[in-house]
């Protein structure tokens, strides 16, 4: 059971393909300081997996995108205005290679 003092983060993933099959795809998910997993607000599944460390106040988020496995850890206590952004390209979506100016990611990760 989540204690009331507990933060609770907003993350926002924003995916945009361009080329042959341009799309965009936006997830949103609620994080609870302290928990292990993440809540997909807009009812996706996507292969995002939340990490909270409570001594080192990290948070760790890691995507598991085909055989690509990255890790971007979060530190609670550098937060610059509430939130903060993350941009990075990948090469392989779901088991497909796409060109890396095809493909990217921004991550927003904001406390309310």
Known sequence: ??????????????????????????????????????????????GFNWAYDKKSQKITLT????KDVYDLVYS????????EKWTFLSQNLNGLTIPTPD??????LSKK
């Open 1 to 46: 059971m989540l204690k009331k003092d507990h933060s609770v983060w907003t993350a926002t993933v924003v995916t945009t393909i361009t080329g042959f099959n341009p799309n965009t795809n936006v997830y949103s998910y609620t994080f609870y300081e302290g928990s292990a997993t993440a809540v997909d607000t807009g009812g996706h599944q996507s």
């Open 63 to 66: 995507s598991i995108a085909g």
């Open 76 to 83: 609670v206590s550098d937060v610059k205005k509430d939130s």
């Open 103 to 108: 493909y990217s990611q921004v991550i927003t």
